[in-house]
């Protein structure tokens, strides 16, 4: 259950509406428009928090036409690597609106981090994304780096674009990295989950956001495509996974019934849910102890299938 100080936190998130003079959220816009205003949002939003640690360094570099940052704490062996997937409902989300989520993780396992912009919906939809994961995944293998150091993490939208990516890189017979680490993951863009209905009230999102969302993505394809849905694919082969969501999200659901089908499946995954926690909550470390201990026990997880 939620401590006092992380309901607070989560009572006014919950409720930033009524600070714009909103009694209620109003639902998500289904247009261009308002998904440019979304990602403005996000964007603006890192700009004030996106300076990093004093003691982590970051390198630019442009992978096969794929921006990618760099974000190397002090110490970190050279050959291990975190290869991290940012989310934003594939139609937000950049290098600059993550640097400072991505370093807490660097920093809690002193390994390096390569965080990467793919291409974003409406302008790109399915398979940009993926395809753009793709390649700047193999051209890390290219780099030199062995898949047995490399593990993948990925969040929201990028949660579930990084379950999709093993999916296709096992298909593709393309070496698989050590583990997978997924915080909220989005595994079905039909929104069809329980949750859906169920965590409306108390989820932070938007009403009806998920779903403009996965429009704009999904395009004219198959919205049961597993390399768009990745609930919907064969799981069986996956490396070990550790799946972190909180109970009070509308995508609670993708995580849960995710892990119920690859524990049939025979993959080695752990599952962690946040009792009382929303979306991404591990990513709100240090605000409140449940963010620090779920962000710790990630971190664990990590050093521990990389051997530091």
């Known amino acids: 259950?939620?401590?006092l100080k992380a309901k607070i936190i989560l009572y006014l998130l919950r409720h930033r509406h009524v600070l714009k003079g909103q009694l209620r959220q109003k639902e998500f816009e289904q247009s261009v428009e308002a998904v440019l205003k979304?990602?403005?949002?996000?964007e603006k939003g890192g700009e004030r928090f996106g300076k990093l640690p004093a003691n982590v360094?970051?390198?630019?570099?442009?992978?096969?036409?794929?921006?990618?940052e760099w974000i190397v704490p002090d110490h970190a062996p050279d050959h291990k690597l975190l290869f991290y997937v940012h989310g934003g409902g594939y139609v937000s989300g950049s290098c600059n609106d993550h640097r400072s989520i991505v370093s807490k993780?660097?920093?809690k396992t002193g390994i390096?981090?390569?965080l990467y912009e793919y291409g974003l919906a409406p302008e790109y939809p399915y398979p940009s994304a993926l395809e753009d994961s793709i390649s700047t995944y193999r051209e890390i293998l290219r780099k030199g780096y062995q898949p047995e150091n490399i593990i993948v993490v990925g969040e929201s939208a990028g949660g579930g674009l990084a379950l999709a990516l093993l999916l296709a890189l096992r298909d593709k017979?393309?070496?698989?990295?050590?583990a997978a680490v997924a915080i909220s993951p989005w595994t079905d863009l039909s929104c069809s989950g329980s949750s859906y209905k169920t965590k409306?009230?108390?989820s932070l999102a938007p009403p009806e956001s998920w779903n403009v969302f996965s429009h704009f993505y999904v395009g004219k394809n198959d919205v049961n495509d597993p390399y768009i849905s990745p609930l919907k694919g064969n799981l069986e082969g996956l490396p070990p996974l550790f799946i972190n969501a909180g109970d009070a999200d509308e995508l609670f659901?993708?995580?849960l019934v995710f892990y119920e089908k690859a524990k049939r499946a025979g993959v080695d995954i752990t599952f962690r849910a946040g009792k009382g926690m929303v979306h991404c909550y591990p990513l709100m470390a240090p605000l409140f102890k449940e963010a620090t201990g779920a962000l710790d026990e990630i971190a664990e997880f990590i050093k521990l299938k990389l051997n530091v």
Do not use: H, W, Y
Not at 57 to 68: A, D, F, H, P, S
């Open 253 to 255: 659901d993708d995580s």
């Open 1 to 3: 259950m939620a401590g």
């Open 105 to 107: 993780l660097t920093l």
């Open 57 to 68: 360094r970051m390198k630019q570099e442009i992978i096969n036409l794929v921006r990618t």
């Open 112 to 114: 390096s981090t390569m």
């Open 38 to 42: 979304f990602r403005e949002t996000c």
């Open 173 to 178: 017979n393309i070496d698989l990295p050590k």
């Open 200 to 202: 409306g009230k108390v």
